[in-house]
T-cell receptor
Framework: KAGVTQTPRYLIKTRGQQVTLSCSPI?????VSWYQQTPGQGLQFLFE???????NKGNFPGRFSGRQFSNSRSEMNVSTLELGDSALYLC??????????????FGPGTRLTVL | DAKTTQPTSMDCAEGRAANLPCNHS???????VYWYRQIHSQGPQYIIH???NNETNEMASLIITEDRKSSTLILPHATLRDTAVYYC????????????FGTGTKLQVIP
């Protein structure tokens, strides 16, 4: 079974631009979560989607948004990019919405650099 | 979700057991302890999880204290490929809401 895939793997943008990242979960998984990883802050939760609905959201500004499609694929968007948005963005999928034995499987991430 | 505290870094000799501690003193009754690891430039990889009983799988063992305020991940025979950052998190049954992985423990396995 194929793992979680994320595209693109690397991205360079300039301040003020916007960016869209894509995530394809493991086949059959219905929950997708997004995380931001920076050297100083570690891995921080952005949001979680299940059945095309955002179920949980972390403490990030409204410039960060996402959506999930009927096939469970998900996209996240960051508008008006700032230098501090440079990070590794990780997507993770799980079967359901975090049941007892429902671990997350992570993708390789998208490395975003904002200049 | 409860917060966790882990040492910043640890060393372990190759072939020896690596014991990684985690403190989660504010864990509540319905929260599980999960361990993940992240090898450089890759996404985190699930290792093991538990509620209150000790757990073992092909990768590791998880020892949870009786009061559930701390746990230890044990890699029985560490290899160089186990060099990674290890994250301990706690979460409830429903969703990964606001789960914070923190900065984890950097385990260096030494030849």
């Amino acid at each position: 079974k194929a793992g979680v895939t994320q595209t693109p793997r690397y991205l360079i943008k300039t301040r003020g631009q916007q960016v869209t990242l894509s995530c394809s979960p493991i086949s059959g998984h219905r929950s997708v979560s997004w995380y931001q990883q920076t050297p100083g802050q570690g891995l921080q939760f952005l949001f979680e989607y299940f059945s095309e609905t955002q179920r949980n959201k972390g403490n990030f500004p409204g410039r960060f948004s996402g959506r999930q499609f009927s096939n469970s694929r998900s996209e996240m968007n960051v508008s008006t990019l700032e230098l501090g948005d440079s990070a590794l963005y990780l997507c993770a999928s799980s079967l359901e919405l975090g049941g007892q034995d429902d671990e997350q499987f992570f993708g390789p991430g998208t490395r975003l650099t904002v200049l | 979700d409860a917060k966790t505290t882990q040492p910043t870094s640890m060393d372990c000799a190759e072939g020896r057991a690596a014991n990684l501690p985690c403190n989660h003193s504010t864990i509540s009754g319905n929260e599980y302890v999960y361990w993940y690891r992240q090898i450089h430039s890759q996404g985190p990889q699930y290792i093991i999880h538990g509620l209150k009983n000790n757990e073992t799988n092909e990768m590791a063992s998880l020892i949870i204290t009786e009061d559930r305020k701390s746990s230890t991940l044990i890699l029985p025979h560490a290899t160089l490929r186990d060099t990674a950052v290890y994250y301990c998190i706690v979460r409830g049954e429903r969703g990964y809401q606001k789960v914070t992985f923190g900065t984890g423990t950097k385990l260096q396995v030494i030849p």
